[in-house]
Every structure is written in structure tokens, then in C-alpha cells.
């Protein structure tokens, strides 16, 4: 199986497989949505009571508009910058799961109403670079003498486990397409015009009693264009070993991260199914 990248941006990756199958591609889609590792928050820890404002003197009561299960929520799919390199799983730390530099990162929020509560509100305590990676998200809205204080603790884990640790968004994969154009006997400029003005994504142009493709690779494979001919003069057909493949992420890991990830973790389990089998008496 080869790769040929079409585009690659930071958040976003577009690529072509070739010599695979629907099978292969689609365990890369499946371990791009599930087994790519992030930081996401996990805990966190509200302040209860009164908080008081040194510098003013003022009480605020320690409450939000939102249940603090709902803000915890907003606050878990919040993307937060992860290296790989540095940061793994409590489960295989060797802290043994009670939580180091390694395996988790902490962060403090403390705001006083009337405000909004933005992302760029939960600072890292520590690692500037953690800071969460879209800062002018909306958490809640504070009152007149409301308050929030809470500390939240992010840890590594898995789309598995739950929708906030996952990293790739919006992974598509399509067979290519093949449109092949031959007029055939009987066939009128009037069908060949018709057929090119139903492509719902306009890739097909009719010219002089001619039909051209713009860009094959944006055919959704609808095949309203050969429908829309009788006498079958465009045939669209999708290539069975070759794939178009995108996604996107939350910036967590770059696309090329994520990708390189996915491809490995898929080797190595891979890896251990053989060892298996060959162990197999």
C-alpha cells in the first residue's frame, strides 16, 4: 500500500491510497477516530463556598449559571496541545498511575461576574505551551457576585474511552473515481449538455458538442451523469484499489502526527495478531 499526499495543512490532510483495499483503508479511518492518544481534562475540582476578592473586599458566591457537571463537560473538549513524546497514558507511566509530569497537567480557573468565561481563562499551571488552543471559546457566562474557582487536571486517553480524547474529525474516504466520456451512436449534443449540467458539484463542462472532466477527484460518485445520458456515453466507475482519504484535527497533533500514529499503532497490533498465530500450537 502507498500514500501520495494531495494537501497538506496543519489541521488537515488529504491523501490518495494506492495498491489498497476497502479493508486496509478503512482500518486506518476506524484507528484515526479511535486510537489516536490526546490530553483532554478529566477532573476537575470546583471551589465551594464563598470566595472572597482581596483586592475589593467583595464576596462572591461560588456558582455559575450552568450545572458544574455541564461546565466540566465544556471544559473536557476543550483541545489542549499534546506531545506524544512527552505524555502517556497513566495506565503505562511509571508513576504507576498516581499522576507525574508525564501523565497528566494541571490547570486553575478563576474568574469573577459579571464576565464570560473564556478558554483563554484556564491557565496551565507551569508548561506555558499547554495553554488550550482555542482561546476564544465560550465556557459560561458569570453573574453579578458569581465566581468561578475550580482546578482541572487533563490526562492521555483515547476515543475509546470517550469522545473528548478524540483527535481526527470528519475522516472521509471514497473509492476514486473514473469518468470515462465516449459518444456513443444516437447520442445528441442536447443529452450530452444535459448530463454535464445534473453534476451536482459541477466538474463536468460541455463545449462544442463536448464533454470534459474539471477535476475528477471531487466526483461524489452519485452517478447523475450517467443517468442523465440514455445512450450511456459517460460511464463513471470507482478504482477498487485506489482511495481518497481526508481528515481533519483538533489540533491537538498535527494531521501529520496523527496519521503517522495511527499507521504505526496499526503495524504493531498487526504485529502482536501474528505473533499470536504463530504461537498458536
Known amino acids: 500500500m502507498d500514500i501520495a499526499i494531495s494537501e497538506l495543512k496543519p489541521r488537515e490532510l488529504k491523501i490518495e491510497f494506492l ?3 476497502a479493508a486496509k483503508v478503512n482500518a486506518v479511518r ?22 472572597r476578592d482581596e483586592a475589593s473586599g467583595k464576596d462572591y458566591d461560588s ?59 484556564i491557565t496551565p499551571l507551569g508548561d506555558a505551551s499547554l495553554a488550550i488552543l ?6 459560561v457566562r458569570l453573574g453579578a457576585r458569581q465566581a468561578l474557582l475550580a482546578y482541572a487536571t487533563a490526562t492521555v ?4 474511552e470517550h469522545a473528548k480524547w478524540q483527535v481526527a474529525h470528519a475522516v472521509g474516504v471514497s473509492p476514486r473515481p473514473h469518468i470515462k466520456i465516449a459518444k456513443k451512436s444516437g447520442c445528441t ?4 449538455k444535459r448530463a454535464a449540467a445534473s453534476c451536482p458539484v459541477d466538474i463536468l463542462a460541455y463545449d462544442a458538442g463536448k464533454v470534459t472532466v474539471t477535476d475528477e477527484t471531487k466526483c461524489i460518485l452519485c452517478w447523475a451523469c450517467e443517468k442523465s445520458c440514455e445512450h450511456g456515453s459517460i460511464k463513471v466507475e470507482p ?14 497533533l498535527t494531521a501529520r502526527e496523527a496519521l503517522r500514529f495511527a499507521l504505526k499503532d496499526l503495524k504493531r497490533r498487526f504485529e502482536e495478531l501474528r505473533e499470536a498465530v504463530q504461537a498458536i500450537p
Do not use: W
Open 19 to 21: 495498491n489498497a483495499s
Open 30 to 51: 476506524r484507528t484515526l477516530l479511535s486510537d489516536v492518544p490526546k490530553l483532554a481534562i478529566e477532573d476537575v475540582e470546583f471551589h465551594l463556598g464563598p470566595i
Open 63 to 121: 456558582s455559575t449559571s450552568m450545572f458544574d457537571e455541564a461546565v466540566a463537560l465544556r471544559l473536557g473538549l476543550l483541545p489542549i496541545p499534546t506531545d506524544l513524546g512527552q505524555f502517556r497514558k497513566k495506565s503505562e507511566c511509571t508513576c504507576g498511575g498516581a499522576g507525574c509530569p508525564h501523565c497528566q497537567v494541571m490547570f486553575s480557573i478563576d474568574r469573577k461576574g459579571p464576565c464570560t468565561v473564556y478558554a483563554r481563562d
Open 134 to 139: 482555542e482561546p476564544e471559546v465560550p465556557i
Open 157 to 160: 486517553g483515547t476515543a475509546r
Open 189 to 192: 449534443d442536447a443529452c450530452l
Open 239 to 252: 478504482d477498487e484499489e485506489k482511495f481518497l482519504f481526508k481528515f481533519q484535527t483538533d489540533g491537538s
